[in-house]
């Protein structure tokens, strides 16, 4: 089984979105795919038509149990979020051992054993991302053209780095995937300059209305013409060597 974190400290960089479609063409593609929405905003619970669920992965982690597992199409399951979720990050502060407890309960939830796992990291840094972090084989960095996400990606590589040192030395750095980016505009040759000197850079996503309205729309599942979508295909790729 393969745990991949999706990560960045810094909101707005589609960061769901790219969890959300790296999931469905894994399933689509025949690899039995679990999402973990680790985010209290749901987002990612949201974009596949999921609301108000009442058996979400708050319960799971402060009861110390196995994670609820829904069904959202072939190949490919969800565990949900819920805006509860956010208590977690005081209720579990003073807790031995906070930093295992998603660990914990997926070892106690039956997957196939080929699964593909992608944990949605909150934006920010706090227990529920340091769980992420500590349950991973492998994390990718999701950012925007800007200055603003290359410091934050600055912060989250000392992040990763702090993490295998203390806690999870088998925590790799897959690379990075750029998102929402016009090729023509010179900031995203500039980040992409940049993000290659850290890590190896996945893909190139291009800014595209159609994945954002199905996303939004909480049907991403059922998207199938979509320049992005061809792009996040290409990073597939580029990840099947590292995966099941």
Do not use: W
């Not at 982690?61 to 977690?88: F, H, I």
């Not at 995203?188 to 994945?211: F, N």
């Amino acid at each position: 089984m393969k745990i991949i974190a999706i990560a960045n400290q810094k909101g707005g960089t589609a960061k769901t979105t790219t969890t959300a479609a790296l999931a469905v063409l894994l399933a689509r593609g025949g690899t039995p795919t679990h999402l973990v929405d680790m985010d209290p905003q749901a987002s990612l619970t949201q974009a596949f038509g999921l609301k108000d669920e009442t058996d979400g992965l708050y319960h799971a982690l402060t009861d110390r149990t196995g994670l609820p597992v829904k069904t959202v199409s072939r190949n490919l399951t969800l565990t949900p979020s819920t805006v509860e979720l956010g208590r977690t990050e005081t209720e579990l502060l003073s807790e031995t051992g906070r930093e295992f407890f998603l660990r914990t309960s997926l070892e106690k939830t039956p997957l196939p054993e080929s699964s593909v796992l992608l944990l949605d990291c909150p934006p920010s840094l706090g227990v529920l991302s340091v769980n992420c972090l500590a349950t991973a084989g492998g994390m990718i960095a999701v950012i925007q053209p800007g200055g603003f996400e290359l410091h934050a990606l600055a912060h989250l590589h000392f992040t990763v780095q702090a993490i295998r040192e203390r806690v999870n030395p088998d925590l790799h750095i897959l690379g990075a995937i750029i998102t929402n980016a016009h090729r023509r505009r010179k900031i995203t040759e500039q980040v992409r300059l940049e993000v290659g000197r850290v890590y190896p850079l996945l893909g190139t996503i291009r800014a595209d209305a159609r994945l954002l309205y199905a996303t939004t729309a909480g049907a991403i599942q059922h998207l199938t013409r979509s320049k992005a979508l061809d792009d996040y295909a290409a990073v597939v790729d580029e990840l099947c060597p590292v995966l099941p």
